[in-house]
């Protein structure tokens, strides 16, 4: 993975576009420590000229709840023709009752601090191609879940069960409260926590059977299951990948291809990329 690659994921991870970070009860620094701060951000920018400009700013900030404060930017969203993203805490938003009442379905989320808000480019290609593809009664694999959004949402279309893996434990909790935010229950929603790419373990508890496996994570994880991912499918099933920066599309394409991938589906948003296979 490029520093270009690595820079735009961590940008897809936290999902927004503007930064504090806060550093609780955090030692002056001095004038010398900030100095050579500034040098070292002076050299990477004169060796990096390609990035955006490097900047350093501090500031004393009055006690604030930051674990929080991030929900007064996450609005409902109209994804595709037929969902409609609903944060927990606004479902009594004009704009949800509005939605609801022209037949959208609802995903209610409370992601936390995991990824996936709707909000990303990523994810609303992979919602976009579940809205097109789902027909009802799917066994549905997602790989790298985050916050359990394309699952869920594949259950809310009509799926008859999923299942979701991620390797950060938090996206375990936060997805099964997920789950139970839109009414469903354990016995068709299942969360395992682990790494797909690493353990054969895990991808025969996984097993096989399944009419499409998700995975919005990014180019060089893509690569790594496109000759994984065939074994847990049913006969004509789907493979749905996302994640995918555009100076790397065309690579994965053809890694994709030299798989035994068909490429059916091609969808791009804000420089990024998703496949939909067979």
């Known amino acids: 993975m490029d520093v270009r690659e690595e820079i735009l994921t961590l940008r897809r991870q936290l999902e927004h576009a503007n930064f504090l970070y806060y550093v609780k009860d955090a030692p002056e620094i001095s004038d010398f420590e900030y100095d050579a701060l500034m040098r070292r951000l002076e050299e990477l920018e004169a060796a990096h000229p390609e990035y955006a400009p490097l900047l350093l ?106 299942a979701a893996v991620d390797i950060d434990d938090k996206c375990r909790d936060v997805a099964y409260e997920n789950v139970a935010l839109n009414g469903i229950g354990q016995d068709t929603y299942t969360v395992r926590i682990g790494d797909v790419l690493g353990d054969a373990v895990l991808r025969a508890d996984l097993g096989g059977g399944w009419q499409m496996v998700v995975a919005n994570i990014v180019a060089d994880v893509i690569i790594g299951l496109s000759p994984l991912v065939r074994p847990m499918l049913a006969p004509g099933g789907l493979f749905l990948c996302s994640g995918i920066i555009d100076d790397r599309a065309q690579e994965v394409a053809d890694r994709l291809r030299e798989n035994g991938w068909e490429i059916l589906e091609t969808r791009s948003a804000e420089g990024w990329f998703s496949y939909l296979c067979r």
């Open 57 to 162: 700013t501090m500031n004393d900030l009055e006690d604030a709840d930051w674990e929080n404060n991030w929900k007064q930017y996450y609005k409902p969203m109209e994804i595709g023709d037929r969902l409609l993203v609903v944060p927990e805490w606004l479902r009594e938003d004009p704009k949800v009752r509005a939605g609801l009442a022209a037949g959208r379905v609802a995903l209610v989320l409370d992601p936390g601090l995991t990824f996936g808000t709707g909000s990303h480019a990523t994810t609303r290609l992979c919602l976009t191609a579940l809205e097109k593809t789902i027909r009802g009664g799917e066994r549905v694999l997602d790989l790298g879940c985050g916050s359990g959004i394309l699952s869920i949402a594949a259950l809310k279309l009509g799926a008859a069960s999923a």
